[in-house]
């Protein structure tokens, strides 16, 4: 588009009026005037910040820092708070308690304001975390102070730009069908910035409400090991002096921090791209477990509720874990020292299906859910572990009902370190889940868009034009719809599920393949056939997504 059209122009002129942020709003006046002088770029830009808004998913909102309804601002924070407040009164939850955090994005803190102050004049009792938290301490402290709302202001792995609004319900776990809808009718009707009363004057907690959520991380080890050193990164988030504080009451105190990496900074300047999934997140990190002699590496997330794990192989090279391969270690160890006579572990569509083998072998349930954690913790009573594959793992649904990085940071060391001091390794435990129950290989390829509409249209030729075969495999897929927009396309130890990414532009396909291990002795060629096979399966995939 290079030309601006009457509505794109009164509508963002009203926006402006309405902006209660001066800032913001001479942001889009500069905007806006270039758009009306007949700058192409111009118009673009702004047909793109006034094509909101921000659609409040179960995620809550993502969406990059910049004015506009179609993007990350106070006037934006302001309005969705006020629909979020309309819909608690609306469930009879008027006037209780409402816990607000943040982490240390760009806008963060004046969003995380905004937030408590349009609650506070709605006359709920606002509760704010102390400062820049990780987003398991404000999910710890909806729980723990019997909360009917949780707002944590966070964009998670998200790039720099961005910033984003996480809602936890009075279950303290992240909002499900229909809460996200009935919200975003009541945000469609709020009305202007300036029309939502806001007052200063919430509760700021004080530092006891982190003491009682590390005191609890401190009961989570399983075994009294502790002689082990750890090279930890919180990837310039929020993450490493609340991990530091963790590992140090749990016992481990040999940790050794990336300092160029422990201060918040919003603008991730050592990364590209602020996830440890992402090629080259983690490199700064595994050069300092190799120079400290380290025997575990742990990559936190910015908001510190992902927790991705490195270990060394025996030749001394080092290599983060997959998600799946964390995931099945922790499961097998929480299974192996619960207390619970009942026990549920649980994991997603996505994961590795090994879990459900080893929750069998303990004579434990199993449940396999929709992706996300608002489906994994209400999986079912009894639950004491889950997981996903993108780094997320719940070691502590006692306390905090999501993923929490911190406290799976803490339990992995507690594993490495039994394991260590029994003369065995992580490693070595995966060879022995792999005799158990298999070989699983898993895989991902992800395909980003700046064009959403890419992503539906490629699912619908999957739809009409599904593969008959993958990597040599006769295959069948099944639509996942209505219950969720996924494809599953399965054969003979192969398998893949394809779905749009609920919290980032891009379409993704999870790749697994299994082999059986007869005996120790085919464990090596097994894991070199079923790596074979996934390089085939991956380089199909990657040409269904072209």
Known sequence: MTRLEPDLRDRTIRWIADDVDPAARQELQVVLAAAMNGAPDAVTDLTDRMAGPLEFGTAGLRGPVRAGPNGMNTAVVVRTTAGVAAWLSAHGKGGQIVVVGRDARHGSEEFATAAAEVLHAAGFDVRMLPRPLPTPVLAFATKYLGAVAGIQITASHNPPADNGYKLYDDLAIQIVPPSDSEIESAIAVAPGAFGVPRQPGATVLGEEIVDEY???????????????????????????????????????????????????????????????????????????????????????????????????????????????????????????????PDPLVATTIVSASMLGDIARAHGARYAETLTGFKWLTRSGEGLVFAYEEALGLCVNPDFVRDKDGIAAATLACDLAAKLEAEGRSLLGELDRLALAHGVYVTDQVSLRVTDLSVRGRLMSRLRRNPPPELAGVDVAMEDLMPETDALRIAGEGVRVVIRPSGTEPKLKAYLQVVRTVPDAGSLAGCRAEAEATMAALRSGVEALLA
């Open 214 to 340: 590390l005191y609890r991380v401190s009961q989570v080890p399983r075994s009294a090991a502790r002689g082990l050193r750890v090279a930890a990164t919180a990837l310039h988030g929020v993450g490493a002096e609340v991990l530091r504080a963790a590992l140090s009451r749990a016992g481990f105190t040999d940790v050794h921090l990336v300092a160029e990496q422990s201060t918040p900074d919003p603008d991730f300047p050592t990364v590209s791209f602020p996830n440890p999934e992402e090629p080259g997140a983690t490199d700064l990190l595994l050069a300092l477990a190799a120079e400290v002699d380290a025997d575990l590496a742990i990559a936190l997330d910015p908001d510190a509720d992902r927790c991705a794990v490195g270990v060394p192989d025996p030749s001394g090279t080092w290599r983060m874990l997959r998600g799946d391969e964390t995931g099945v270690l922790l499961g097998d160890y929480v299974l192996s020292m619960t207390s619970n």
